[in-house]
């Protein structure tokens, strides 16, 4: 699962942070920069094809098994599409942009295959540690792509990077080759209408069954509003915003990627062991609050542009909570999970999770020549609100399946 979490990381900034660096020196415009470099937002949309990754083998990887011949395919189409970027550059634009989202779609058919094989491959009770173990792997993926990417580009051409972060994904590809399938049996319907049915109607009509219109309809809203404030920093607006403060691609490497990443790590394993003493709904409600206020950070770089303890500050605060969100957000969304539709409904949940932060992340550009950076910032706090009014309504509910699911797990 490390070694999976490295292989989702990878290719995350690679379509997002890192590309806008590249697009800002080569004379591309905000507003453009932060739509191409929203080809991440690919990645809310995957539970549009995620059936696909639970009833259907791809011919010439069949005999991997389910999980790991989808691996395998979308393991090797991301190093295709790098390979591919770095050749074409952004002076072919349109070509480029067709290759990043190339690699930010198998990017995200990866994740589907990474997150049904975690679920899978292990029971509930130990996911928390799988998912921790997840984190770190994908945090030295960030760190590979962040990091050492935006170093390189100081010392080689940016095509060069590239090459360097696609030749990285032969270690995933390794990975996919030496890891075990999943031991889990599943129906093959003979007849189309049937595989139509329970592969794309089922999954989605399983979830209302479960916990009726109403109440299903009041989670799928506090998951689509939850995490905004977090993803709408993730996009293209912070590589612009750190040139604008100041900063070199050096010191933004080491400051946001490489000190950023460990603090990130400290904020998983914190997250993670909130989730082992307390469950995932109230650690869940106290770290969205914590991770959207650390967004107003953030303006004190404003204030006190290129100062490096001032960032330093600000990227303390920002990724210790970011990281501890992680563990409750994964625990809760699994826990909404049944496993005969694993890849589509945790597919479909994740999305919902990033959708919005990634609609505001392609508008922020826009947004931010109107507002100011300042103003964009506060606009990413206040979205913290309709979401935990939805966390109170929906709390009596989950606290109580939390304490019947401790009082009836068999002890250890």
């Not at 869940?284 to 107003?296: D, Q």
């Not at 709390?395 to 019947?404: I, V």
């Amino acid at each position: 699962m490390f070694l999976f979490g490295f292989s989702s990381g990878l290719p995350f900034l690679l379509v997002a942070g890192t590309l806008a660096y590249w697009l800002k020196e080569n004379g591309i415009k905000l507003a453009e920069i932060t739509m191409i470099a929203s080809a991440g937002m690919t990645y809310a949309f995957k539970f549009l094809w995620a059936p696909l990754l639970d009833h259907w083998r791809i011919p010439g990887f069949a005999r991997l098994g389910q999980r790991r011949g989808w691996l395998l395919f979308a393991q090797l189409s991301v190093l295709a599409g790098l390979l591919a970027m770095a050749l074409l550059t952004p002076a072919q634009l349109a070509p480029f942009v067709a290759a990043t989202l190339v690699v930010a779609f198998f990017g995200a058919t990866q994740d589907i295959a990474v997150d049904a094989y975690r679920i899978e491959i292990a029971p509930i009770e130990a996911q928390g540690a799988l998912v921790a173990t997840y984190a770190l792997g994908y945090r030295i993926g960030l760190l590979l792509a962040g990091a050492v990417a935006l170093i390189l580009a100081d010392h080689l051409p940016w095509r060069m990077v590239y090459v360097v972060m696609a030749l990285a994904m032969a270690v995933p590809v390794a990975t996919t080759l030496m890891a075990r399938e999943p031991d889990v049996l599943r129906h093959r319907p003979a007849r189309w209408r049937d595989a139509m049915r329970e592969g794309v109607i089922d999954p989605f009509a399983d979830f209302f069954r479960r916990y009726g219109w109403w109440l299903a309809g009041v989670i799928l809203l506090f998951l689509l509003l939850f995490k905004m404030p977090e993803q709408a920093t993730i996009g293209g607006i912070m590589s612009p915003f750190y040139r604008d403060m100041g900063f070199s691609k050096t010191e933004i490497g080491a400051i946001t990627k490489i000190y950023g990443v460990w603090i990130g790590i400290v904020g998983v394993f914190l997250g993670g062991a909130a989730v082992a003493r307390w469950g995932a709904w109230r650690p869940l409600g106290v770290t969205i609050v914590l991770c959207g206020c650390s967004n107003l950070l953030y303006l004190l770089l404003i204030a006190w542009p290129g100062n490096l303890a001032v960032l330093t500050l600000v990227i303390s605060g920002e990724n210790l909570t970011l990281g501890m969100l992680g563990p409750p957000t994964v625990a809760f969304l699994s826990s909404l999970v049944n496993r005969q539709h694993t890849a589509t409904q945790y597919a479909l949940l994740s999305s919902l999770v990033n959708l919005p932060g990634k609609l505001l992340g392609f508008f922020a550009g826009g947004i931010a020549t109107a507002t100011g950076y300042g103003g964009y910032f506060v606009i990413t706090v206040l979205a913290v609100l309709p979401a935990m009014a939805l966390f109170a309504y929906l709390s009596p509910r989950f606290r109580a399946a939390e304490r019947l699911s401790a009082a009836t797990a068999p002890a250890e």
